[in-house]
């Protein structure tokens, strides 16, 4: 029978897990749908777990200052890698969502950058730094942040293992962002900078290559 000791150290597992699985079933969800729920099990999964959330001041100035710090440079980074040709050449070939204002004004701040911080910067690490402490918990948020772009690499045609390595690099800095911080605030902000700058880029090449064609 399972002790109430091993039960809290495999409740961290478990939901790391069960965030991945998502990942799987989310894509085959219509859009709105999908929108909705990612938005909405975010939410609960805070709640749950009573993960502090930080967007009260004096964190929340804290967390503001840090994570527009933080998603200027990350634009800057965004707007500097679209000068390589293989960068225009993939944002050129990428399949874009139908309504590019749905895009930019729900399904990235809301579905994304809201349901993806709530759930692993915040739902996840809190679960995980109980147990395994904060370097723990940021290190597992991390892992399941980066599994949970395999469907994206695949669907995109993007090589898996660099985009799981990438994106776990990424939720590890989005995690230290919220511990530095002390809100969410910060990696919810350097998200949407990165997310909302490549959508803008790619949006506006495959407008531009559009116009080229004869």
């Given at each position: 029978?399972?002790?109430?000791?091993?039960?809290?150290?495999?409740?961290?597992?478990?939901?790391?897990?069960?965030?991945?699985?998502?990942?799987?079933?989310?894509?085959?969800?219509?859009?709105?749908?999908?929108?909705?729920?990612?938005?909405g099990v975010a939410g609960v999964l805070v709640r749950v777990t009573r993960a502090p959330l930080g967007l009260r001041p004096p964190?929340?100035?804290?967390?503001?200052?840090?994570?527009?710090?933080?998603?200027?440079?990350?634009?800057?980074?965004?707007?500097?890698?679209?000068?390589f040709p293989a960068v225009r050449l993939s944002m050129a070939e990428r399949e874009l969502p139908a309504s590019a204002s749905t895009?930019?004004?729900?399904?990235?701040?809301?579905?994304?950058?809201?349901?993806?911080?709530?759930?692993?910067?915040?739902?996840?690490?809190?679960?995980?730094?109980?147990?395994?402490?904060?370097?723990?918990?940021?290190?597992?948020?991390?892992?399941?942040?980066?599994?949970s772009h395999i469907v994206d690499a695949r669907a995109t045609g993007e090589p898996v293992l660099p985009t799981v390595l990438a994106?776990?690099?990424?939720?590890?800095?989005?995690?230290?962002?919220?511990?530095?911080?002390?809100?969410?605030?910060?990696?919810?902000?350097?998200?949407?900078?990165?997310?909302?700058?490549?959508?803008?880029?790619?949006?506006?090449?495959?407008?531009?290559?559009?116009?080229?064609?004869?």
């Open positions: 029978m399972m002790q109430h000791n091993d039960f809290r150290r495999v409740q961290p597992l478990g939901l790391a897990a069960a965030l991945v699985g998502w990942s799987f079933v989310a894509p085959r969800l219509p859009a709105r749908r999908r929108l909705l729920l990612q938005a964190r929340l100035w804290a967390g503001f200052r840090l994570g527009l710090a933080a998603g200027s440079a990350a634009a800057i980074g965004v707007l500097v890698a679209t000068s895009w930019l004004t729900l399904q990235i701040p809301l579905g994304t950058v809201w349901g993806e911080e709530a759930a692993f910067r915040a739902a996840l690490a809190a679960v995980a730094g109980r147990v395994y402490g904060v370097a723990g918990g940021r290190l597992l948020q991390a892992l399941a942040f980066g599994l994106t776990g690099g990424a939720g590890w800095i989005f995690g230290w962002l919220a511990d530095h911080s002390g809100s969410l605030t910060a990696p919810m902000l350097a998200h949407m900078a990165i997310n909302e700058s490549a959508a803008a880029a790619a949006l506006i090449i495959q407008r531009r290559s559009g116009a080229s064609r004869p």
